[in-house]
């Protein structure tokens, strides 16, 4: 959600921030803008729509110098227009500011700076910043930038990742973070602030994730590390772990497509040196010195947003199964207001894919707060969630460009059937030889994926039967419920057309009203011990006349005599069919949302890292 770039250096200016916004359009965003300190001024362009346009924009202009910003916006406040978009200015129109976030109590700033004399000419929280930063800046205070800008945000209620330049401060940057990500980069005579390390990973591989509080200030000597309260501190420099070519389309027409089509890699990179069959061993290295917090746990709560509170879904399933443990999953956006019972025995497991979801991370500083234990499964290395955590899983499934997740899901799912199987060798609650059996299969869970890509072109036959539609339903029993949910919100997401996924015993239950001859239903039957259950189902389906598209166990050939379509995956073990399953709903979203002309890696309205609340 959002996106910024800033750079300190001699290195052409223009290109730098122009490809980092590109790096960065995967977050979503309806706006881009720039701003270039340019011999004693800030020049700025700033325009509605995609990057494109600012890039035509700017073609002709003169954007030399040695520090800019740039930002790719996500409204919140304010409709999408060439005004509102970042980056902002004050009266003055000296400094420039970009804002990742919200500010909570940008009213009483504004109305406060109003009776000040400033004037305002957009509907933005982030125009009430740059104007507060202005006000510490006039004559009569006469501060530095980085003073101005720590008095400022001392006045500030809510989220930000913020990066400011000022005319009267030639070759600086200012930058900060509360609640909103923001990366240092440091290259050897240059330095680079964004809100993901994609933004400059071609031009260095050492980094810095700054924290809540924390203040940098970059310039063309070097760079500093602050608390707002002046402390100044030494962060650790990082690497980052992911190669380039990892944010490239690979030759693919998308990037979800590629993504999907990594799934058989990246599976197998969850489990790669954490699985040992052999030995009847789970090594998870991030938990290895807290696995107390596993044997002790008498009762666990997920907390998640989105495709990751469908991974939590089947994580429930698995630790229920194999540990015999209670658990609960929460939406996070719900789980950060209500007033949850926390016990010392009570264990709270994160699962975010950017490790940076604000809902999410309001949970965790709520079970913080509560003295309650937390652990995180997140895919982004050195994100807040992973530092902000006692311990946790990587999922190693790198960079996900694509905004609707898909490797991300499938690595989830695998990493915490891990965590269900290593609690449960801790605590004696399967015998080795059962456990013996489920890691051998989860080894070749990799090829079978692979398998089911492979015929992905009669897939892509199908999506003719459902581009037209106007709604679809998702059916799932057991396990394939949290498939259900999970390619409903494919389709919707990618396609724009609304389907909804429910317990296809609870059909009955009132969506079996909607059902006729135009109502296309998905539904999950897979060879597990429910499959009998999910026949009559079928059945009643049919009885409406509904179309039916079943995702089936290879083998099966008499339900082609009830559905309408099959696609058939391997056979596998009930727990893991929703690693094989959820591929041919993510190719199907995919090949409809084409056919449709859809945007498929930046739909409308949404962001891949939803940072506000």
Request: proline share 4%; hydrophobic share 40%; with cysteine.
């Amino acid at each position: 959600m959002c996106g910024i770039i800033g750079y300190v250096g001699q290195r052409p200016l223009k290109e730098i921030l122009l490809n980092g916004l590109k790096r960065l359009e995967y977050r979503g965003y309806d706006s881009a803008g720039i701003a270039v300190q340019h011999d004693g001024s800030v020049s700025m362009v700033k325009v509605k729509g995609k990057i494109r346009h600012l890039e035509r924009r700017i073609a002709s202009m003169d954007l030399s110098g040695t520090v800019g910003i740039a930002h790719t916006r996500w409204a919140t406040h304010g409709e999408p227009s060439d005004v509102n978009a970042h980056p902002h200015t004050g009266c003055g129109r000296r400094l420039a500011i970009v804002h990742n976030g919200i500010i909570e109590n940008y009213q009483s700033l504004r109305t406060l700076l109003l009776g000040r004399g400033h004037k305002f000419i957009t509907e933005t929280d982030t125009e009430v910043m740059a104007h507060l930063v202005e006000e510490h800046l006039d004559d009569e205070h006469n501060h530095s930038l980085e003073e101005a800008v720590r008095l400022a945000l001392l006045e500030v209620d809510g989220t930000y990742g913020i990066a400011v330049i000022d005319a009267r401060h030639p070759g600086m940057l200012v930058a900060a973070r509360r609640g909103s990500p923001l990366v240092l980069g440091i290259g050897k005579e240059d330095y680079f602030i964004g809100s993901d390390t994609a933004a400059f990973a071609e031009h260095t591989r050492d980094i810095i994730h700054l924290n809540d509080d924390e203040l940098a200030v970059l310039t063309t000597d070097g760079y500093v590390v602050k608390t707002l309260q002046d402390e100044r501190l030494n962060p650790e420099v990082e690497k980052i772990t992911w190669e380039l070519d990892q944010i490239e389309k690979g030759g693919f027409d998308h990037f979800m497509l590629k993504e999907i089509h990594e799934q058989s890699q990246t599976v197998q990179d969850a489990m790669r040196g954490r699985v040992r069959p052999e030995s009847v061993e789970v090594k998870l290295g991030g938990l290895q010195d807290h696995q107390e917090l596993l044997v002790q746990a008498k009762r666990i709560i997920f907390t998640s947003c989105g495709t990751s509170w469908h991974a939590s879904l089947i994580g429930r399933r698995l630790i229920e199964d194999f540990v015999r443990v209670p658990v609960e999953v929460e939406y996070a956006s719900e789980f950060r207001y209500a007033q949850p019972i926390f016990t010392p025995d009570t264990l709270l497991i994160t699962v975010s894919q950017s490790g940076e979801t604000a809902d999410t991370l309001a949970a965790l500083q709520l079970a913080r707060e509560e003295g309650g234990p937390a652990l995180g499964v997140v895919n982004v290395v050195g994100s807040t969630i992973a530092r902000e955590t006692d311990a946790g899983v990587y999922l190693h499934a790198g960079p996900e460009i694509g905004v609707a997740s898909t490797k991300a899901f499938t690595s989830q799912v695998t990493v915490l059937g891990l965590i269900a199987l290593l609690m449960a060798r801790l605590r004696g609650t399967l015998s080795k030889k059962k456990c013996k059996g489920i890691l051998a299969e989860m080894i070749r869970l990799p090829g079978k994926i692979r398998q089911i890509l492979d015929s992905s072109d009669d897939i892509e036959r199908l999506a003719e039967h459902f581009d037209g539609a106007g709604n679809a339903l998702y059916l799932g029993r057991g396990y394939s419920f949290p498939v259900a949910l999970e390619g409903a919100l494919k389709l919707k997401e990618i396609s724009y057309i609304h389907a909804e996924g429910y317990p296809a015993a609870e059909m009955k239950h009132g969506p079996i009203a909607l059902i006729d001859d135009d109502m296309p239903v998905v539904i999950l039957a897979p060879g597990d011990h429910i499959y009998d259950k999910v026949v009559s189902n079928i059945e009643e389906i049919r009885a409406r006349k509904g179309r039916i598209l079943a995702v089936a166990t290879e083998g099966n050939d008499s339900i082609a005599e009830l559905a309408d379509w099959v696609v058939y995956v391997p056979k596998t073990l009930d727990c893991f069919y929703p690693l094989l399953t959820v591929i041919p709903l993510q190719l199907l979203a995919y090949y409809v949302a084409v056919r449709r002309g859809c945007d498929i890696d930046q739909p409308r309205n949404l962001a891949k890292s939803v940072t506000v609340e």
